[in-house]
């Protein structure tokens, strides 16, 4: 085996995707609205239900979704922009450290079953890295992922909550901003296109009755772009999976394969070695 070649089959380690493409939708806003809550619960496949606390049908809810194999995060209230009620339970921008522990330590409790947080509207406190420090030093405490919603573009969350060690992932589609049959579908089927591009994606919608009837058909669809439907803690996982895997899924040549090149040889350039990929087969 040739160097060039050596070189080009660890090139194909990094380019070459470790899993199949995998999708996790979150359904966000359950608690307020049973029927809906309860057929959001009752979707066939892996959903992530995103349960606000302190509201009529949150405990039920959440049990009920568990029940049925889903998981369950916590839809935290945050304060926005706008200046929108957050009803119960909602974390203000400019609350004191006590004040704010006591509400998000409440909140925690209310939900039962939690895996992760998520930030329910948000724009305001997502873009402050002091309380959002405080929100990712309890989740790490109690072992809790965080999903950034991204309802702002100068949300800071996602940076804090990698700096303090959380698991974390951000949202790249909206299903629903739009409430048509039509867009919603286009939209699943933008989240689709990019997990099987990037390898994973994380798309997020509401219990509202165009959502569920597109998501209802949701698993076939997945399943005829090969494309898998997990749980938000299942992408958490999958770069540590990836570092486990990469000693047996794609090995370096042996060492003494390796050669130094000549003077006399052509220069090197990555087309010229990932030629060498097609050429050994890995195409």
């Known amino acids: 085996m040739s160097w060039r070649l050596s070189i080009a089959i660890l090139l194909w380690c990094f380019v070459q995707p470790a899993f199949a493409a995998r999708l996790a939708?979150?359904?966000?806003?359950?608690?307020?609205?049973?029927?809906?809550?309860?057929?959001?619960?009752?979707?066939?496949?892996?959903?992530?239900?995103?349960?606000?606390?302190?509201?009529?049908?949150?405990?039920?809810?959440?049990?009920?979704?568990?029940?049925?194999?889903?998981?369950?995060i916590l839809h935290a209230p945050m304060s926005?922009?706008?200046?929108?009620?957050?009803?119960?339970?909602?974390?203000?921008?400019?609350?004191?450290?006590?004040?704010?522990?006591?509400?998000?330590?409440?909140?925690?409790?209310?939900?039962?079953?939690?895996?992760?947080?998520?930030?329910?509207?948000?724009?305001?406190?997502?873009?402050?890295?002091?309380?959002?420090?405080?929100?990712?030093?309890?989740l790490v405490r109690r072992n809790l992922y965080f999903v950034d919603s991204r309802t702002s573009a100068a949300s800071q969350a996602l940076a804090v909550a990698e700096a303090y060690g959380v698991p974390s992932l951000k949202r790249d589609v909206f299903l629903d901003n739009i409430r048509t049959r039509e867009h919603?579908?286009?939209?699943?089927?933008?989240?689709?296109?990019?997990?099987?591009?990037?390898?994973?994606?994380?798309?997020?919608?509401?219990?509202?009755?165009?959502?569920?009837?597109v998501l209802e058909h949701a698993p076939r669809l997945l399943a005829a772009h090969g494309v898998e439907l997990v749980f938000a803690s299942d992408l958490m996982r999958e770069a540590s999976q990836l570092i486990a895997k990469t000693g047996t899924s794609c090995l370096a040549p042996p060492p003494k394969l390796w050669k130094r090149p000549s003077a006399q040889s052509e220069p090197v350039t990555i087309h010229s070695l990932l030629e060498g990929v097609v050429e050994f087969g890995y195409q």
């Open 80 to 138: 926005n922009t706008r200046h929108m009620p957050l009803g119960k339970g909602g974390l203000e921008s400019g609350m004191d450290y006590d004040e704010f522990m006591i509400t998000l330590r409440a909140d925690l409790a209310d939900v039962p079953h939690l895996a992760g947080v998520n930030n329910h509207m948000g724009s305001q406190l997502t873009q402050e890295p002091e309380p959002m420090g405080w929100v990712m030093d309890e």
């Open 25 to 72: 939708i979150i359904i966000d806003d359950i608690g307020y609205n049973g029927p809906l809550g309860r057929r959001a619960a009752d979707l066939d496949g892996a959903f992530t239900l995103a349960v606000l606390p302190f509201t009529p049908h949150t405990r039920e809810l959440a049990q009920r979704a568990h029940e049925q194999g889903k998981e369950i």
């Open 184 to 213: 919603i579908s286009e939209q699943l089927l933008k989240a689709i296109q990019l997990a099987k591009r990037r390898g994973s994606a994380v798309a997020i919608g509401h219990p509202y009755p165009q959502t569920l009837s």
